[in-house]
C-alpha cells in the first residue's frame, strides 16, 4: 500500500519512545551505511561572532512542535552553530501543503515532502545535492555509492537524503517499529498467554475475551477491534494480505521469490479471507462501527482510553502518544499495553511483519528548496547533526538529566528519567530530536551503547511496562522483536514501495495506482459492512478491474527486473 510508508516509516523501532515526540515525528526504515561519521571538525559553530544562525523546515506529516527555549535545541545549536524552527503538516493532505508551496513560489530551507515530494521535484523546487557530498563527510558517508545512486532521479541528480532507520553496525531493535496486528496485554493474560498465530486465533481470543469482560475495571464498554481508514493510513485496512500470506511490506505489491513475479495482493485468496472475516466481525459487533468515519485524531484518543483490544497498525503511527498516555493514566497497571502477534493466514507460513536490516525508501527524503540562502550552511548543519556528540544529544539527552553513565560507560536511565521523557511539558521544553534529520539506528560510534535508549538492551527492559514485562517473560522473550520474529531483507529490489510511492499520473500504471487506490478506499469500507459479502466482493472486484490494475503491475514489474539487473551490475545479487 503506497502511504503506510511515508514516514517510514515515520519512526523506526530504533527511535526511543520517549525522545521521539521531543523535536516532532519520526519514520521509515533504510538500509546501513558506509563509511565512518567523523567528528564536528569545520561546524558552523566556528564562527567568529558566535552568531547562531536559523533555518526553517517544513515536514508534510502530523508532528508536535517544541518550545523556542528548548534546552537540547539550545545544546545542539551552541555546537553546531545553528538551529531550525520545524513546522509540521496541519489541516490538510501533504500533496495539498506542497501544491500550496509550489503555487506561492516560496519554501522553507529544509522540506520532506512526504506524499507530495515528486511534486516539488517536478517543480524545480529543491537544490541538487551531488556537487556539494563532497565537502560534507557525515553526509557521504551515510550511504554507500551504490546507496546514493538509488536516490538519483531522472535526470541523474540526487534531491534528497532518505532520513530514517540506517542501522550503524548491527540491528539493535528491540521494538518492533512496524506493522502488526497489535493486542492489549490484559487480553493475552487471561487466556493464560496462548500461542496466536492465525487471524482466525486471533479474533476467537479477543470475541472470548470481550464476552468475558466487557467492559475496564471503571465500568467503560471495551472496544474489541477498530480500524483506521482516515485518508492515507488505511493501509490499517487494506494492506494486511501481503503479510498474512508470509510476505514482508513490499507495500504496493507482493514479489514472488519463486518466479520473481509481482503479484496483486489485492485479489488473492487470502485477501478475499481477510476481507471476509473482518465482515463476519463486524456482524457479530466485534469490529468498531466508527471505524471508518473516525479521523486519525479521533482514533489515537480512542487508543488512549485503553478501551481498544486489538487492531492493525504500524508502531510509528499510534505508540509514541498512546503508550505515554496510557503511562500517564495508569493504564499499564491495567494491561492496555500493546504487544504484536506473529499473524499469518494458517500456521504452516512463517512470518514476515518484521525485517531486521532496515529498507532504503527513497521516495522521499531531506531536501533542501531553491529558497534557501545558504544551502552550505544547511549543509553543514546536517553533517553536524551526524556527529557523534549531537547524535547522543538527539537520542539520548543530557548527561545527568535524561541519562547516566556507569563505570562501564553503559548509559542508563532512572524511573525519573523515563517519567520525564513521556511528559509532553517535559519533551516540549528539553528534549529536541530533529527527528526528520537522518539519524541513525543500532550501535552508537562509542562502540558500547545503541544508538537510542530503544535499543540498549538493559534500559529496555527496565524501562518496560510491568504488563508488556510479564508478557514477554511468559513467551520467553525478551524484546518486542522477539516476540514477532525477525527476518533479513529478501533481497536488494526491497521495498517496491519506493517505487510506487513516486508514481503519477503521467504513466498508464501512475494513472492506474491513483484509481487503486480510490476504489479501495472506497469500497473496502462497504465489503466489510455489507450484509451479503459475496455480492459486495464481487462489485468490488469488478470496479477495481476497471482501473486496470495490469497497467501498474506491469509497471512495477519493469522496475523489479530493472533493480534486479541493477544488483547483479554492481555484485549485489
Not at 43 to 65: C, M, N, Q, R
Not at 397 to 405: H, L
Not at 531 to 536: G, H, I, L, Q
Amino acid at each position: 500500500m503506497k502511504k503506510n510508508q511515508l514516514t517510514a516509516l515515520l519512526l523506526t523501532a530504533a527511535m526511543s519512545v520517549s525522545l521521539l515526540a521531543g523535536c516532532g515525528n519520526s519514520a521509515d526504515t533504510s538500509t546501513p551505511s558506509a563509511g565512518t561519521a567523523s567528528g564536528t571538525e569545520g561546524s558552523a559553530a566556528a564562527a567568529d561572532d558566535g552568531t547562531i544562525k536559523e533555518f526553517t523546515a517544513f515536514f508534510a506529516v502530523p508532528g508536535t512542535e517544541i518550545n523556542d527555549d528548548n534546552e537540547i535545541q539550545a545544546e545542539i545549536a551552541k555546537i553546531t552553530g545553528a538551529k531550525v524552527k520545524e513546522t509540521w503538516l496541519t489541516g490538510q493532505t501533504a500533496q495539498e501543503a506542497v501544491g500550496t508551496m509550489i503555487a506561492g513560489g516560496e519554501y522553507p530551507d529544509f522540506i520532506d515532502g512526504s506524499d507530495g515530494q515528486i511534486q516539488l521535484y517536478e517543480a524545480g523546487a529543491l537544490v541538487a545535492l551531488d556537487d556539494y557530498l563532497d565537502k560534507y563527510p557525515n553526509i557521504k558517508n551515510f550511504y554507500s555509492d551504490a546507496e546514493w545512486d538509488k536516490v538519483r532521479q531522472d535526470d541523474g541528480k540526487i534531491y534528497w537524503i532518505p532520513q530514517f532507520g540506517n542501522v550503524w553496525e548491527k540491528d539493535m531493535s528491540a521494538v518492533h517499529g512496524d506493522e502488526a496486528f497489535w493486542i492489549q496485554t490484559r487480553v493475552l493474560k487471561w487466556a493464560d498467554y496462548p500461542e496466536i498465530k492465525t487471524m482466525d486465533q486471533y479474533f476467537d481470543l479477543i470475541e472470548r475475551y470481550n464476552e468475558a469482560n466487557p467492559t475496564m475495571e471503571d465500568g467503560t464498554a471495551n472496544i474489541p477491534y477498530t480500524i483506521l481508514c482516515d485518508d492515507w493510513r488505511y493501509f490499517c485496512l487494506e494492506n494486511a494480505p501481503q503479510f498474512l500470506d508470509g510476505h514482508p511490506n513490499d507495500g504496493s505489491v507482493i514479489v514472488d521469490t519463486e518466479t520473481m513475479k509481482i503479484v496483486d495482493y489485492n485479489t488473492t485468496p487470502t485477501a478475499k479471507r481477510y476481507f471476509q472475516k473482518l465482515n463476519e466481525e463486524f456482524q457479530k459487533g466485534i469490529v468498531d462501527p466508527e471505524s471508518f468515519t473516525q479521523t486519525y485524531d479521533e482514533y489515537i484518543a480512542k487508543l488512549s482510553t485503553g478501551r481498544v483490544l486489538g487492531m492493525i497498525d504500524q508502531w510509528w503511527n499510534f505508540a509514541y502518544s498512546v503508550n505515554d498516555s496510557l503511562k500517564q493514566q495508569g493504564l499499564d497497571k491495567q494491561g492496555c499495553d500493546y504487544v504484536p502477534l506473529p499473524i499469518t493466514i494458517s500456521e504452516d507460513i512463517k512470518n514476515m511483519w518484521h525485517t531486521s536490516d532496515g529498507a532504503l525508501n527513497v521516495a522521499n527524503g531531506l531536501g533542501i528548496t531553491t529558497s534557501c540562502k545558504d544551502v552550505e550552511g544547511a549543509l553543514q548543519f546536517i553533517n553536524d547533526l551526524l556527529s557523534p556528540e549531537v547524535l547522543t544529544l538527539r537520542n539520548w539527552g543530557m548527561e545527568g538529566a535524561d541519562y547516566n553513565v556507569d563505570e562501564n560507560g553503559l548509559f542508563y536511565k532512572t524511573e525519573e528519567m523515563r517519567v520525564n521523557a513521556s511528559d509532553p511539558a517535559y519533551k516540549a521544553s528539553h528534549l529536541c530530536t530533529y527527528s526528520y534529520f537522518p539519524n541513525y539506528s543500532g550501535m552508537s560510534q562509542d562502540g558500547i551503547n545503541a544508538a537510542t535508549p530503544s535499543e540498549q538492551p538493559q534500559e529496555f527492559l527496565d524501562g518496560l511496562q510491568a504488563d508488556v514485562r510479564e508478557c514477554l517473560e511468559a513467551y520467553g522473550c525478551s524484546t518486542y522483536v522477539e516476540m514477532i520474529g525477525t527476518n533479513t531483507s529478501p533481497g536488494p529490489w526491497y521495498p517496491m514501495y519506493s517505487y510506487s510511492n513516486t508514481m503519477t499520473t503521467s504513466t498508464p500504471g501512475g494513472t492506474a495506482w491513483t484509481k487503486m487506490g480510490e476504489i479501495k478506499h472506497e469500497y473496502l469500507p462497504k465489503v466489510v459492512m455489507a450484509s451479503d459479502f459475496e455480492s459486495a466482493w464481487e462489485e468490488y472486484l469488478k470496479v477495481y478491474s476497471d482501473c486496470k490494475p495490469e497497467d501498474f503491475l506491469s509497471e512495477m514489474q519493469t522496475e523489479l527486473d530493472r533493480r534486479i539487473q541493477l544488483a547483479k551490475d554492481n555484485g549485489e545479487y
